[in-house]
């Protein structure tokens, strides 16, 4: 198991995402390099008030404890009390255009340390993305997934089926009974292909990302829109808020390892918008998102 091969990869990649966003956006990335007394560090790189993205952040973390914590050890009890390691690549993109969706990627290596020389390391990778549109477009809906069937098919047909349904399943909201966007694929604890076929699908996962998402950013960044737009955008970020704080278990278990604040909470968006029991009108476009997008779909079939 080459672990600093993993390593360098998601170094690489975060480097890769960071240099193609500046090119998109104009506007260069804030690199922040921090320690973690536990152990281990990472680098934050965040765009804040950019041409394109109101707010950007694409983070790496390496980091080590003595005591796997309770969000990662509740699907994993028999890694329970082990040290552990963690890595990963994790970016959350919000839009100044309500007509570009915000979207969502994180690729990530964990390794629960066996407790002696007789027992053994228990390893996963994990990652996947999704899409959150506030305005529909089939099209890019398509796109998006058909680009992350093609990168899983070399290694099961079968794997895009079984990602999006995690997906659809993840990202969820249930307090809300809606889920967050139109998916996309999720997987976790994956290790049933061997390291070096499961470490090569996670490189495909995060080697497709940038092709899923900066055409669609190309085709709708220049969409004119208004106040009407920018409201509905800040009402419906606040269910990424909520699924954020709630549900999402890289910002549990960072909070619950005693991570970095300020970089587990950068997905965060910039401006939010909360309203009691509001319902968008009939057959508006505000409408449209819930009715055909935020449904349990095909997207394939759509093409």
Known sequence: ????????YLQDLQVK????????DGKNFLQDS?????GGGGTSS??????VFERAGVGFSHVLGSKLPPSASAAHPEAAGRAWEAMGVSLV???????????HMNVRFFVAKAHNSTDTDIWWFGGGMDLTPYYGFEEDAVHFHRTNKTALDAFDPAYYSKFKKECDKYFYLKHRKEPRGIGGIFFDDFNELGFEKSFKMQRAVGDSFLNAYLPIVQRR???PFGERERDFQAYRR????????????????????NGRTESILLSMPPIVKWRYDWQPEANSPEAKLYTNFLVDKDWLAVA
């Open 1 to 8: 198991m080459d672990t600093q091969s993993v390593l360098s």
């Open 17 to 24: 995402i960071v240099e193609a966003l500046e090119l998109v």
């Open 34 to 38: 921090w320690q973690r007394p536990e």
């Open 46 to 51: 965040l765009l804040e008030d950019g041409n």
């Open 93 to 103: 993109f919000h839009p100044r255009n309500p007509y570009i969706p915000t979207v």
């Open 221 to 223: 960044k220049d969409t």
């Open 238 to 257: 606040g269910r990424y808020v909520e699924f954020n704080l709630v549900y999402d278990r890289g910002t549990l278990f960072g909070l619950q390892s």
